[in-house]
């Protein structure tokens, strides 16, 4: 699925540009966004092959579409912070 270059057509989101010692990707389709009432989030959620993540929606918030390819930098342990949102076409 994923080509040569991970992030090949796609477009860069959102950039925390903060240093962090561990970190993971992430990445699928976005499956469904939403907005979390109590705590004022707009969120997004994705499914990794078989396993859904939400993550909240940092950047331009156009480019979170249902059915688009999504690739998350984030920070490893119990609350992971996405780093940088790289979003493409849809999957």
Request: aromatic share 10%.
């Amino acid at each position: 699925m994923p080509p040569d270059h991970p992030t090949e057509n796609m477009v860069l989101v959102f950039d925390a540009k903060r240093p962090a010692w561990q970190t993971a990707l992430s990445e699928g389709k976005i499956t469904r966004l939403f907005y979390l009432r109590w705590e004022g989030e707009h969120m997004f959620e994705i499914d990794e092959g078989g396993q859904l993540s939400s993550w909240l929606r940092l950047g331009d918030d156009q480019w979170f579409v249902v059915g688009r390819r999504v690739r998350i930098e984030h920070t490893t342990g119990a609350h992971p912070e996405p780093l940088r949102i790289w979003i493409g076409p849809p999957v």
